[in-house]
């Protein structure tokens, strides 16, 4: 290898780096590319994953800061039922705007990058993608009428975003295909012009895309929120020099949802965004791409379905309900509800008129149930490994391991007369939906891994309560067959998707 390969090897690595997690993905994905199609289309779908998420940072910023119902964004934003790249465009130009313009801009995050993302600046790799995507030759009729290219290169970042959004339409349109030759030119040229844009400071101002997580301390209480950061091609456990000490109580950020963090700052991005990790441990973050309503007429305009769209693969999100939350959304947008995405006890808020023209069936299946509610109440430490306590009809023997999400302890079922290992995750972590699904996730892994006479069968998949309520430990599974000192270790990251506790409703 050369050493100018090397040399582009290790600034991919120092980009990669530093992208947010779901555009650090598909840019190793576009890089990976076998075909120049591909890598064509991993390019776009980098771009447009990129104006999301900045449309989504500036949307949570002032939504976070008061956003006043029924304002110019707040009824741009009623589109959301159904957008279009083009909307997303809009919400971006529209929010930048919104910041600028307020009386306490100094004061908001993102602060003094609205100028420089508005300004019409001219950018070296954007111009040379806009002057060939305006220009035909032999594949073909241009990809963008040549007056908006010319207009795209002269206006910097949202010129660019106005050039990707006019050629999905006519690149990625019903009976676009063109010659390879297209694509291995244009590939390259779209590739170079959006990671320019990436370089520019002023498109997520220094804010870091994370996952909020419950933190316990050593006798398994609620200690705070901590931050997992979604950067790069791995999230790690922030410092709080990049994140700040927390605010009060009152707007705490909720366990499971994605936020913009800096120190004093917190955007929020759900529902707009969300994140998960899959049965293999993937990471992955989904795009509102969709929202399917009701076509009943005493029921027009609920939200039936949410899609969120991972571009790192290019699938549906399966079991991610948020249709609770963007209809709550929506519904403060038109002044009908408040606080920072007002969604807890919201059921069945109703959508914008303005979406109603834009409901449609659709055969995709979302899997998964409605979140449930929990509290973020501090519970108390999981019972001592004294022998002899009972919980349930299981009486602990002694403690076999200890970690960062809960303990193990050596018991034997009294009901079948045989030993298990009885797992308690840590009371604190009863309200964070990441613990909650690594948990269960754990339990299903190691049931499914059980045989006659072996290794790890699952006891039970209720909730054990012992009767005084003082004494309550939620999420305990009783596991058999586990030899003593081989207890299973807690990893102490998590993943996001919220699941239901047995015997809870919607």
């Avoid at 990436?198 to 870091?208: A, D, I, K, N, W």
């Avoid at 609620?222 to 927390?246: D, K, N, Y």
């Avoid at 939350?325 to 006890?345: D, I, K, T, Y």
């Amino acid at each position: 290898m050369t050493v100018a390969a090397h040399a582009d090897d290790r600034r991919d690595d120092e980009l990669v780096a530093r992208l947010p997690l779901p555009l650090a993905q598909l840019y190793r994905r576009t890089r990976n590319a076998k075909s120049a199609l591909d890598r064509h289309h991993n390019a776009y779908y980098l771009a447009e994953a990129t104006l999301k998420l900045a449309a989504c940072l500036r949307i949570g910023v002032a939504l976070a800061n008061g956003l006043e119902p029924r304002s110019e964004l707040a009824q741009a934003l009623e589109d959301l039922c159904l957008p279009s790249v083009g909307h997303w465009v809009g919400y971006l130009r529209q929010a930048s705007l919104h910041l600028q313009a307020r009386a306490d801009a100094a004061l908001l995050p993102l602060a003094g990058t609205h100028e420089r993302l508005l300004r019409a600046e001219p950018l070296p790799a954007v111009r040379a993608f806009a002057e060939r995507a305006g220009r035909g030759g032999p594949e073909g009729a241009p990809a963008v009428a040549a007056d908006l290219a010319r207009d795209a290169a002269r206006q910097g970042i949202l010129g660019f975003f106005n050039l990707v959004a006019a050629y999905r339409n006519q690149v990625f349109g019903h009976g676009a295909q063109r010659l390879l030759a297209f694509y291995e030119e244009l590939g390259p040229l779209l590739l170079d012009a959006c990671l320019e844009v990436l370089r520019q400071e002023c498109l997520f101002g220094g804010l870091t895309l994370a996952v909020a997580r419950l933190s316990v301390d050593a006798a398994g209480r609620a200690a705070g929120i901590e931050w997992q950061g979604l950067e790069g091609l791995a999230s790690l456990t922030l410092p709080e020099s990049r994140v700040g000490p927390e605010a009060a109580a009152a707007s705490r950020a909720v366990p499971g949802e994605v936020y913009f963090v800096a120190p004093g700052a917190r955007a929020p991005l759900h529902p707009l965004v969300v994140y998960r990790e899959d049965r293999s441990e993937r990471e992955r973050v989904g795009f509102l791409n969709r929202t399917v309503l009701r076509l009943r007429e005493e029921a027009a305009g609920e939200v039936r379905r949410v899609e969120y769209l991972d571009y790192a693969t290019g699938d549906v999100l399966p079991e991610i309900d948020a249709r609770a939350a963007l209809a709550a959304l929506l519904a403060r947008l038109r002044g009908q509800a408040g606080g920072p995405f007002a969604r807890r006890g919201t059921r069945r808020a109703a959508l914008p008129r303005a979406c109603a023209g834009k409901r449609r069936r659709r055969r995709t299946s979302i899997g998964g149930s409605r979140r449930a509610r929990r509290t973020r109440r501090s519970s108390p430490r999981p019972p001592a490994a004294g022998a002899g306590e009972t919980i349930g009809d299981v009486v602990l023997e002694g403690e076999l391991g200890r970690g960062g999400m809960g303990v193990v302890y050596r018991a034997r079922q009294g009901s079948l007369n045989r030993p298990v290992a009885l797992r308690v995750l840590a009371p604190g972590l009863a309200a964070d939906p990441l613990a909650l699904a690594r948990f269960h996730r754990h339990r299903a892994r190691e049931s499914a891994g059980s045989r006659p006479g072996g290794a790890l069968a699952v006891v039970t998949t209720r909730l054990l309560m012992s009767r005084e309520p003082t004494r309550s430990t939620p999420c305990r599974e009783a596991l058999e067959g586990l030899p003593a000192g081989s207890a299973p270790k807690f990893s102490p990251r998590a993943p996001t998707q919220p699941l239901e506790a047995p015997g809870e409703r919607p």
